[in-house]
């Protein structure tokens, strides 16, 4: 089994990229000014447990509600990457990308309430599935070639989209003051970040052995997010009476997010004269951090209306094989 999952992770990535991606006219020699490098990665990522959000009232709060934290357990997620690369000359870079977070099992998110100053109130576990989605635009330009062991450094300037949309349904283990669960309460929060990035990258090599081992590539980018959004909506209608709450506003300025990735050829291989490919195993570990004003109503028998502060905390790392083909 684990062997037919490895063939699986390596070979599935061979064969998408070699089919989208023909091989073309491009060409891959020394001589070429233009190159485009198509790679498809897949791999497992690992949410970390301290990953949650939190909002907290800057007077009356909802129904006597001043803060909710909602603090998620660690969860699995399958991995996938899209990249498209093209160099132009010998120097610069300029990529599009795309990856895909996919919930691999259901996780639980314990929801907490508390009224001033600070005393719980109660609170219930839900079941939940997280999707993240992001899209990028990068341009590098090698500043350092071919110096020694260094076969580029290069400064890096891009842009993401970042969107993340959590759905909670089946409450369970409530807490004794926090009201009896529904069958039909359900959650689910949203968030949406353009962020405008800075980094590095450093390409060492070649540790090669024949069709073995090849180049080793480090970056770190680390940005801000100029535009961004959040919603979360919760409906309760545990112990016969019904209310629905929710949360919407715009990120602050002051967010931030970094990530620093690695990545090693494993080994390369000839697809035909004019298409080189080559298998690499990447890891990256990321980090994103927001906070924000939201508008927070309850509507029930009747409308409640307070301001709440938004703190976000999402850190994660992946790790999987990466298929390259270069024509």
Known sequence: MKRNLLLFIVGMPVVIATTIFPVGTFGSDESKNFAVKPALSIGYLHTFANTGYSLNARTHGLGGVTTREYDFDAYPSIYLEGKIPFFIGKRLEIALSGSWAIPAAR??????????????LGGRTWDSKTNWVTANLQVSYAVVKDACFVKSVSPIVGIRYDYGKTTFDSPHDVSTGFGAAGPLDTADFKSEA???????????????TGRFGGELKVSLIGGWTPWGKVNHNESRSGGGIWRYDQFSGNLDRDNYFFEVGADFTLFSFTIASKAQGAVSIFTKYSLFHATADTDGTRTSSFVTTDVFDFKMDRSSIAFGVTTAVTF
């Open 107 to 120: 996780t639980d998110i314990v929801a907490r309430d508390f009224d001033p100053p600070g005393w719980p």
């Open 194 to 208: 353009l962020q405008q990035y800075f980094g590095l990258a450093a390409v060492f090599g070649d540790f090669k």
